[in-house]
């Protein structure tokens, strides 16, 4: 059963000061001050590579405080990918008493003493602290290549957690908008730490980037789960775009795709995508051919807590997942799904109303031919809803181990954000966009693609194919917002969407409850903090006849 609440407990472990604060600011309780950190580095540097590694791995692993350990809901970095699809308009799960993710579906997730958001915020903010804490650990004057490759790599972790959170707490169109806290070895007052700008925010976003694409030349990453020059490139654009720096976002994604390109690094073609399942290959194996860069989830991190991985919640073919075993399945907004041609093989990405999908022809269920249908009772498996996702896939099917991996970048993303760009008023350069947008689908996605079909204006024509494109993959809410654009959840009434009673709302696209709150905890704790107060969480069915120009 799900469990909102977090039980408020006055003990430092379960502070966000204690969340952010860092280990050598005073050689206290047996830490280490950074120069003694330096000089353990520097007589043994296995443990400087041991600490990096580490942050690799919290990525994806639970948050580590008391109350939350064991909740199939948190699972890091990947949660907060789950949690801005279940947030946007086209990802939902069935509102029911095995959902843990209903607070993102009926917008809860606001409420400044839940798991959810507390969990959200403590992630990124612990590596965060991480990554200042190891950086604390060289010198200003580092000359080994090795440890360079890690302090790039590291300052790439800290932008990209930076990123995962301040589009939660403020338009990242306002620019001078209060944000998110910044945290810096210099912040002597945890205490009275207020809320950065977001221009600020990404100034350090930028800055870290700048530094990773500059150090990770040459760099020749040992795995996918490493951040190599490629991935550095893509962040940096990734963060451009937000700031609506179109040249800066064109020039990194296409540097990125020229990388990439040279290391073998391409989009799937539509017969890859056709046997993925079959193959093993359906979003699941970090040395997938489109991956760029992502997260390494091993059977012994999954054992941790089976259920809080994304195979347990995203994936419908796992037989130790939470979803499978209750009906929680992830699914597609019917309003998104029905804009999709028959001819694009993304269609089958999910099953349609009647449980088909040509992706799952010829799979068997420890033996049972029909995949979608089956249900051994309901202890490992029911049978999917309509328009429940295959596009992630497990190997083997019905897997009880539960360590498939998860995308944290692909090259595909790399194209569409070209494609933004040249569109934007800065490059305007609709046709050149027009140009790359059509190659890419009807290369790899529908040979029958035109880039006018719809009839959609180009702008609203990419974010199509962003939405159907990087659909579970943690762009939703953060995309909508990024453009300015309303949240459409259904049309009218509630036969337009299969989405729940609950969660079947439209709002704004200025709409202040689409931000974040800051955490109780931090607000008892940071006393220069000024929390979010605008709008009011939304009620079923309210504003029917916003339209977002892609569904419409």
């Given at each position: ?18 969340c ?48 939350s ?68 650990g ?34 990242v ?30 100034d ?114 796992s ?67 309509p328009?429940?996702?295959v ?27 070209q ?65 300015g ?6 049309h009218d ?12 709302f ?28 605008d ?18």
């Amino acid at each position: 059963m799900k469990l909102y609440r977090l039980i408020p407990v006055l003990a430092a472990a379960l502070s966000v000061a204690a969340c952010t604060d860092f280990d050598d600011i005073q050689p206290a309780g047996g830490t280490l001050l950074a120069s003694q950190v330096q000089e353990t580095n520097a007589v043994q540097p296995s443990r400087a590579s041991a600490s990096f590694n580490g942050m690799l791995t919290n990525i994806g692993k639970p948050l580590q405080i008391s109350f939350s350990s064991n909740r199939p809901d948190n699972f890091g970095f990947l949660m907060m990918l789950f949690c801005n699809d279940l947030e946007g308009a086209d990802a939902l799960i069935a509102d029911s008493n095995y959902n843990w993710f209903s607070v993102c579906g009926e917008y809860t997730s606001r409420n400044a003493n839940y798991a959810n958001p507390y969990v959200r915020y403590c992630s990124p903010y612990n590596m965060i602290s991480d990554v200042n804490t190891f950086l604390g650990g060289f010198d200003d004057n580092v000359d080994d290549a090795d440890s360079r490759y890690m302090i790039a790599q590291a300052r790439a972790i800290r932008a990209y957690s930076y990123l995962l959170i301040a589009p939660g707490f403020q338009f990242v169109s306002n620019k001078e908008g209060l944000c998110i806290p910044l945290l810096s070895p210099e912040i002597e007052d945890f205490t009275h730490n207020p809320r950065a700008t977001v221009q600020e925010v990404y100034d350090v976003i930028l800055s870290d980037l700048d530094y990773a694409v500059e150090n990770l030349d040459g760099y020749a990453r040992p795995t996918k789960a490493n951040i190599n020059k490629a991935v550095a490139l893509g962040l940096r654009a990734r963060a451009h775009l937000d700031m609506k720096e179109y040249q800066e976002a064109y020039d990194d994604a296409s540097a990125a795709i020229e990388l990439a390109t040279a290391a073998g690094i391409r989009p799937k073609t539509i017969s890859e995508l056709q046997t993925a399942l079959e193959d093993g290959t359906a979003f699941e194996n970090i040395n997938e051919v489109d991956w760029l860069w992502g997260y390494d989830m091993t059977a012994d991190i999954a054992k941790i807590f089976a259920n809080a991985t994304t195979s347990s919640w995203l994936r419908s073919f796992s037989a130790n997942g939470y979803a499978p075993a209750t009906q929680s399945y992830t699914c597609i907004n019917k309003l998104l799904y029905d804009k999709i041609p028959a001819t694009d093989i993304r269609k089958q990405w999910w099953v349609d109303e009647n449980l088909k999908s040509s992706l799952i022809n010829g799979l068997t269920w420890n033996g049972h031919p029909d995949v979608a249908n089956y249900s051994d009772g309901g202890d490992t498996k029911l049978p999917f809803l309509p328009y429940t996702n295959v596009k992630f896939g497990c190997n083997p099917i019905a897997t009880i181990d539960n360590d498939e991996d998860t995308p944290l970048m692909r090259i595909d993303e790399m194209y569409l954000i070209q494609a933004e760009c040249l569109n934007s008023p800065e490059l305007n350069k609709a046709g050149e966009a027009a140009q790359v947008l059509e190659n890419y689908v009807k290369t790899y996605r529908d040979p029958a693609y035109s880039v006018s079909g719809r009839g959609l204006s180009l702008a609203d024509e990419i974010w199509f194919q962003r939405r159907v494109e990087l659909w579970g993959e943690g762009f939703g809410v953060f995309d909508t917002k990024r453009l300015g654009k309303p949240l459409v959840r259904f049309h009218d009434d509630e036969f337009s969407s299969n989405i729940s009673a609950a969660f079947r709302f439209n709002m704004e696209a200025n709409d202040g409850w689409l931000l974040l709150r800051f955490p109780e905890d931090e607000l008892n704790t940071n006393f220069s903090i000024i929390d979010n107060n605008d709008g009011s969480q939304p009620k079923t069915d309210q504003n029917p006849l916003l339209r977002d120009g892609v569904t419409d």
